[in-house]
């Protein structure tokens, strides 16, 4: 299978989430994706999330239920271990769309609300650092 190339950014679609046009960073050093969520809110048995943020204007800020969801932990590039909300949802590349794991996360202080990791990216993409934006500008 050929893998398509892509840059160390790009702007992305979550149709599921409502949220359209979010700067990613590719990050083949990280395992898991993650997506920056202002307000995590578990109560019988679903989780309502707020995607809002003052840095990123294309987040809405509407509220997202899910029924289904998890748990998981997640170790930072610094050696912390957290444990996040695991979330399955649908992104959009190149026009085509996939199903992606999404933790959890309070990105604010963040350059980007959308961080790609290597569990996403394998047999799918091939990173180049020099390029960003090949996703986006296919439109």
Known sequence: MKKQLIGRVDKIDFPKLNLFEIDA?????????????SEITEENSTLRCKFYSKGHPNFSGKEVVFSEYSRTNVKSSNGFKENRFKIKSEVIFFGKTYKINLTLSTRDDMRFPV???RQFLA?????????????????
């Open 25 to 37: 960073k590719i990050d083949s050093g990280a395992y898991t994706s993650a997506i920056h969520c």
């Open 115 to 117: 961080l790609i990791g």
């Open 123 to 139: 047999k799918k993409f091939l990173v180049d650092v020099d390029v960003q934006n090949l996703s986006f500008n296919k439109k």
